[in-house]
């Protein structure tokens, strides 16, 4: 169990430039979940896949904003045209399915835009 | 829609002292109940949970009981130590996302 492993760990950025944030689940887990965390506030959920479908989407994720999971494995992140509003760590989790399956979160990409 | 309401920090604390950081919610039907720590430059980690009312979970002498009647899931611990200065986080999984406390920060002073 190699953990959950996100790249890269930090992203500096100017406004308007697209970036894309890679994260690497845990091998057995089909489960996988983006959160978003600012300063002083906890994990606010974006998505979740199970497999490569994507099965939910929260109204924080606006247009710019695109989440892939193309083979059930790693997934990636997605900002076009970046805001400054957008800085925030990105976190990654995933899972076992079921609701009694806890969630293991990687270390997560800290995105600043300048 | 689910919420969790933490107590504010920071709470700081001499070393051995009795912890208790306070954490209710709002949910539809009956979720699962969560602590996550995170320490300084680390990730996310689980401290405990517990999926049913009345349940307790407990991890590293941290405990917390789910109790339906109040709402609540506070965290407990007798004896703190300077290790255990970090970020404390309650949350809730009614359906799969986790919905998360604001979060409170936690020091220890030796």
């Known amino acids: 169990d190699t953990g959950v492993s996100q790249d890269p760990r930090h992203k500096i950025t100017k406004r308007g430039q697209n970036v894309t944030f890679r994260c690497d689940p845990i091998?057995?887990?089909?489960?996988l979940y983006w959160y978003r965390q600012t300063l002083g506030q906890g994990p606010e959920f974006l998505t979740y896949?199970?497999?490569?479908?994507?099965?939910?989407k929260s109204r924080l994720l606006s247009d710019r904003f695109s989440a892939e999971r193309p083979k059930g494995s790693f997934s990636t992140l997605e900002i076009q045209r970046t805001e400054q509003g957008d800085s925030a760590m990105y976190l990654c989790?995933?899972?076992?399915?079921?609701?009694?399956?806890?969630?293991?979160f990687g270390p997560g990409t800290r995105l600043t835009v300048t | 829609g689910d919420s969790v309401t933490q107590m504010e920090g920071p709470v700081t604390l001499s070393e051995e002292a009795f912890l208790t950081i306070n954490c209710t919610y709002t949910?539809?039907?009956?979720?699962?109940l969560f602590w996550y720590v995170q320490y300084p430059g680390e990730g996310l980690q689980l401290l405990l949970k517990?999926?049913?009312?009345?349940d307790k979970g407990s991890n590293k002498g941290f405990e917390a009981t789910y109790r339906k009647e109040t709402t609540s899931f506070h965290l407990e611990k007798g004896s703190v130590q300077v290790s255990d200065s970090a970020v404390y986080f309650c949350?809730?999984?009614?359906?799969?996302?986790?919905?998360f406390g604001k979060g409170t920060r936690l020091s220890v002073i030796a």
């Open positions: 989790a995933s899972s076992r399915s079921g609701p009694l399956y806890e969630q293991y």
């Open positions: 896949f199970q497999n490569e479908a994507q099965l939910e």
């Open positions: 949350a809730l999984s009614g359906n799969t996302p986790l919905v």
């Open positions: 949910a539809t039907g009956y979720p699962s």
């Open positions: 091998s057995e887990h089909n489960r």
């Open positions: 517990a999926t049913k009312a009345d």
